[in-house]
């Protein structure tokens, strides 16, 4: 759940739209955090921030060995040479990372806030049913997190269903 800070609420209902924009517009000023793990000794743990289905590039401490993702189904990393962890957003949420040495001792800790990419989607909301749709700059369905099941199911079905025609018509 995303609470708006309280400078932006009000007592009357906001349209979805304003809803979106007023989310989006707090989320940018949440990226000021930066990218990196945060050493332990610092007394803060700062926070990596991603959108659902996008990847950020992280610098590891010296000396990381092993790379502990709190909840996977929130967020993913790949290991890369030269001390680069790849962190994807998987599903909104937060979780944590943390890096040890080859000794097992604590190296750093770091939130991993994921959220949902508002800049190109429309959200529509008929009573408790939500449908997304990608605007750039036309809109399309785009299935997101917390739409309407039937809604999900249906977009969900007719991507994989092109996905499979794609590949099969790749392979003759």
Avoid: W
Wanted: charge should be positive; charged fraction near 15%; proline fraction near 5%.
């Amino acid at each position: 759940m995303f609470i708006l800070p309280a400078a932006l609420r009000r007592s009357r209902p906001r349209s979805a739209r304003t809803i979106a924009a007023l989310a989006g517009a707090a989320a940018s000023l949440a990226l000021i955090a930066g990218p990196a793990l945060a050493a332990p000794a610092t007394g803060t743990v700062e926070s990596v921030i991603v959108k659902v289905d996008h990847a950020k590039v992280v610098r590891l401490p010296e000396k990381a060995q092993t790379v502990i993702v709190g909840n996977p189904a929130i967020a993913d990393v790949a290991v890369q040479k030269n001390g680069v962890m790849i962190v994807t957003g998987k599903s909104f949420g937060v979780t944590n990372l943390i890096a040890l040495d080859a000794s097992g001792t604590l190296l750093a800790e770091s939130l991993v806030r994921v959220g949902a990419d508002s800049d190109s989607v429309l959200t529509v909301q008929r009573g408790l049913e939500r449908e997304s749709y990608s605007c750039t700059p036309v809109c399309q369905p785009a299935a997101q997190l917390g739409d309407a099941q039937k809604y999900f199911g249906e977009v969900g079905s007719q991507a994989s269903t092109r996905n499979g025609a794609a590949l099969g018509a790749s392979k003759r």
